[in-house]
């Protein structure tokens, strides 16, 4: 609408220019004057703008005056309201003179001529608009198209596609409001005018047919009610047919009246009645623009609630919420505020205010999509190969994590952008003499800067990472490393962050003028002060630092540290975490370590100590030995296990009860105790095979001795007889092989309890004919 009515005005002298030559507009000139009533109204437009002149010039303030603002706002209000009142009061007086007297003097007006003229427009429109439609009529099938390839294509990002079939489409558009075009003005110049000249009538209609049809090919850009994936705007089609109705509308409205009606007014009626003819267009336009606002209120205020409530920002939610419960006021105050200039300061206001309405349009237009860009392009979840997330399987996580932070950096960067776009367009703040100063071109670095340093440390920590993570994982598919490895791997991606971290945020603080020489020079003093006192932490990283060098332990090492063994599950540079054989978890600071016994280094040692009878032979001993060691060399689970022949050093010790030979077995680290297991089964099944007896602990009960040396018998005494003589249960028999064992052989098993009761009646006679020495009994 703004650019209708600023194109309006060269449109309207056009006409004046072409359709009244000199002599006519003198003429016309002249009939005003002659007839007393325009001349009358001549007059008095005259003397007002005289006194209107000099009551601005007597109010002016002095050259060494300054202006205060509520004087300065005085004066543009009191000026808005006088120039709305004379164009008020000429329009009532314009159209109370048509009503009493005419405008219009009828001698004046070729009768016939202007039949011929509005027969002839209407022939040039009738054929320009059959055009138009025809040809967007043929082209239907290749906008179908159009919209199925952006909605249901393949192989591009969906935005890509929207963005290409919406370029293609309107170029297409275009194309076909410059054919209707160029077929009107052959019709006009070839087959309706004058020596093949192109009358002025059908040159403002086609004119104006080109503006405001371009105008409404931008509209079906983002309106599009026929075609869904031609459609800029999220919107459905019930939607996207109301607006582009009413918009069109209102650009037609505006258009054709502005760009056509009125030049013609003033060209073959009055140039009086076309100015307030083209004032009644304006005022009708502002009443249907509030009216729309109004109708659509709650429908907008919903749906801005509704995109508030899908965003992920706070910030932007909370202003899309307060945005829209005043989108209305800023409306109608922006249409107040057009209709205003329009009529008061169209030579200068109106062409700045239509370049500031088209700059945030393009700027709001732009940095949306240029955010849904982003959105579709990086914002939805990131899907690795599978190859590539055995390999590291952390790097997804890390990337989809990161991503959306960097999205949200992004949107803010474009809300400031086109923010400070809409403020250059309005306001006196230049946004290119910003940048072009040095405090503009010095926080635009800057913040380049920033966001560079970030964009590389952030690459920097998910390379190193990444490489380091595919190091330590077994299913890569390279050599697996060895513990001490794994172990400074894991302590450097921990120091890798610590110190990216810190690097990165004295760069960052150093860019945006921080000095950091007083930060690291604090940092080194409080660093001090902390390690005077905190001596245990500092030595317990001293000593961490020594153990990994030195490479004492490392993670699934079977360790004993501070009397403590397990196996080391978590190896920082401060402490170690161990878990003892019954699964408790001990944290143990290096400050208390002073020893470390490490099971797992090289290989491990078995060493037995296998006892005989002193009665047994030692070297049928060694050898059952030895032939256990095979039996062990040959086994599956453990026979790989072995690094070396059986050593037997031989009798370390002759002990009260036995005689103890040590063996050696060298194994795999780790290993030495399940070998060890293995081995002691084999000894004992070798050993039972070749009845060699493994002593165990007797007691011998001494009764005492007279002088001659001889012992009294035992005062034995059956109280109650619940066992046989074999230690088994009464009825119950000692759960042996039957095969080997005849005890359980019915035809024998009355013999052996009648010598049984036999014995255990002598045994009864003779304690009672001998007693202990001290009188006792023996139960």
């Not at 002149?53 to 300054?66: N, R, S």
């Not at 000249?197 to 371009?214: G, V």
């Not at 026929?226 to 919107?235: N, V």
Request: glycine share 8%.
């Amino acid at each position: 609408m703004l650019m209708i009515v600023s194109l309006a005005q060269p449109a309207m002298a056009q006409s004046a220019d072409k359709d009244s030559e000199p002599p006519a507009a003198n003429a016309a000139l002249a009939e005003m004057i002659e007839n007393p009533d325009t001349r009358q109204q001549l007059i008095d437009q005259l003397r007002g703008a005289a006194e209107k002149t000099q009551h601005q010039a007597g109010d002016a303030l002095p050259e060494d005056e300054e202006a205060t603002l509520p004087r300065q706002l005085a004066e543009t209000t009191s000026k808005v309201v006088s120039e709305l009142t004379d164009h008020g009061s000429q329009a009532i007086n314009v159209v109370g003179n048509l009503f009493r007297n005419g405008l219009i003097d009828e001698a004046s007006v070729d009768i016939e001529t202007l039949t011929s003229a509005s027969v002839n427009l209407g022939i040039v429109v009738l054929v320009t608009f059959g055009l138009f439609f025809f040809i967007r009529r043929l082209t239907r099938r290749l906008f179908m198209l159009l919209s199925q390839w952006s909605i249901n294509g393949h192989g591009l990002y969906p935005m890509i596609r929207l963005i290409i079939s919406v370029a293609v489409a309107a170029l297409v558009d275009a194309l076909i409001v410059g054919l209707a075009y160029v077929g009107g003005n052959l019709v006009a110049t070839f087959a309706l005018g004058e020596s093949g000249e192109l009358s002025t009538r059908a040159s403002l209609f086609l004119n104006a047919f080109l503006i405001i049809e371009l105008l409404k090919v931008g509209v079906r850009v983002l309106f599009a009610s026929h075609y869904e994936g031609l459609r800029l705007l999220h919107i459905s089609t019930a939607e996207a047919s109301y607006w582009n109705r009413w918009v069109a509308r209102l650009i037609g409205l505006a258009g054709y009246g502005l760009l056509v009606v009125v030049p013609l007014i003033n060209a073959y009626l009055s140039p009086t009645l076309g100015t307030n003819v083209g004032t009644l267009i304006m005022i009708g336009t502002y009443v249907y623009a509030v009216t729309v606002v109004l109708v659509n209120r709650k429908k907008i205020r919903d749906a801005i609630n509704h995109s508030a409530k899908q965003t992920t920002m706070t910030a932007s939610r909370v202003s899309l919420q307060l945005f829209a419960r005043i989108w209305h006021l800023f409306a109608l105050a922006y249409f107040t505020l057009v209709l205003v200039l329009t009529l008061t300061r169209p030579e200068d206001a109106l062409a700045f205010v239509m370049k500031a309405t088209a700059q945030t349009l393009i700027a709001v237009l732009v940095g949306m999509l240029v955010s849904r860009f982003l959105t579709q392009i990086i914002g939805r979840r990131i899907k690795l190969s599978e190859e590539l997330c055995a390999r590291l399987p952390l790097l997804e996580p890390r990337l989809n994590s990161y991503v959306p932070t960097g999205l949200r950096i992004a949107r803010i960067l474009i809300l400031i952008v086109v923010f400070l776009l809409v403020l250059d367009a309005w306001t006196p703040f230049s946004l290119s003499d910003w940048y072009a100063s040095e405090a503009g071109s010095k926080l635009t670095g800057k913040l380049t800067s920033l966001i560079t340093i970030l964009v590389v440390a952030a690459c920097l920590w998910i390379g190193l990472a990444s490489l380091i993570e595919d190091k330590l994982n077994p299913d890569a598919g390279h050599e697996i490393p060895s513990a001490r490895a794994q172990t400074l791997l894991t302590l450097f991606r921990n120091a890798l962050a610590i110190a990216l971290l810190t690097m990165t945020a004295m760069i960052v603080l150093s860019e945006i003028g921080i000095n950091i020489g007083p930060l690291i020079a604090g940092a080194g003093v409080l660093g001090l002060a902390i390690g005077f006192g905190a001596q245990k932490l500092v030595q317990d990283i001293i000593t961490g630092i020594f153990i990994q060098i030195e490479n004492a332990m490392n993670v699934g090492d079977v360790v004993t540290v501070s009397g403590i063994t397990g196996t080391a599950e978590r190896l920082s540079i401060r402490s170690v975490g161990i878990r003892d054989l019954s699964g408790t978890y001990h944290v143990i600071p290096f400050s208390s370590v002073d020893t470390v016994s490490n099971y797992m280094r090289e290989y491990g040692n078995h060493v037995g100590e296998y006892s005989i009878a002193y009665r047994e032979s030692i070297d049928d001993a060694v050898e059952h030995l030895k032939l256990a060691f095979e039996d062990l060399k040959v086994s599956e689970a453990h026979g790989h296990k072995l690094l070396a022949p059986i050593d037997i050093p031989g009798v370390t010790s002759l002990g009260d009860s036995a005689v103890n030979i040590r063996v050696v077995l060298k194994t795999t680290p780790g290993d030495q105790w399940a070998v060890g297991r293995a081995y002691n089964r084999l000894v004992k099944m070798r050993f039972d095979a070749a009845g060699i007896e493994i002593p165990f602990p007797h007691m011998n009960l001494y009764f005492g001795q007279d002088k001659t040396g001889s012992a009294p018998p035992a005062n034995l005494r059956v109280m109650e007889q619940d066992f046989t003589i074999d230690g088994s249960p009464a009825g119950q028999p000692k759960a042996l092989d039957n095969d080997s064992d005849d005890r359980f052989d019915p035809r024998k098993k009355r013999t052996r309890k009648d010598q049984s009761q036999r014995r255990i009646k002598d045994m009864e006679n003779e304690s009672d004919e001998n007693s202990l020495p001290d009188g006792g009994d023996v139960d």
